[in-house]
């Protein structure tokens, strides 16, 4: 074997599984990628990048008072939920926080809200 026949066939050994798990990224369960707001999306990304949570953070879709809303889970009892409008617009933290209430804007999201679709859940392992 050639020296550089020899070169592709470590880099491909060394790289290949590096892209691979660069290019896995968690499932965009219920839409497609294209229906997801891009600030959602950029949202997606930065989770992607942290250290995984648990339990791991999952967004979901609701109809809320007529609108769609993302919420997005909380990984800890003291760690607020997000919930925001469609157009990214952060309207309260459902729950979480010291009292597990939230903030107190919204105390009637989890009374009120129908329609739920997971949108993405974290799947690293």
């Known amino acids: 074997m050639d020296n550089s026949s020899y070169k592709m066939k470590i880099a491909t050994a060394i790289f290949l599984p590096l892209l691979i798990s660069a290019c896995a990224s968690s499932p965009l369960l ?4 294209d229906e997801i707001p891009n600030w959602l999306g950029e949202k997606i990304e ?4 942290v250290p995984l949570k648990n339990p791991p953070v999952e967004i979901t879709q609701w109809t809320f008072n ?8 909380t990984y800890c009892c003291d760690i ?3 919930l925001y409008s469609d157009g990214g617009d952060l309207l309260c933290h459902p729950d979480g926080g010291i009292t597990g209430k939230g903030d107190g804007r919204c105390t009637e ?4 809200r129908a329609d739920m679709r997971l949108i993405w859940q974290d799947s690293r392992k």
């Open 80 to 82: 607020f939920s997000e």
């Open 46 to 49: 930065i989770f992607q990048r």
């Open 30 to 33: 219920d839409k497609n990628e």
């Open 66 to 73: 007529g609108n769609r809303v993302y919420y997005i889970s």
């Open 109 to 112: 999201f989890f009374d009120e």
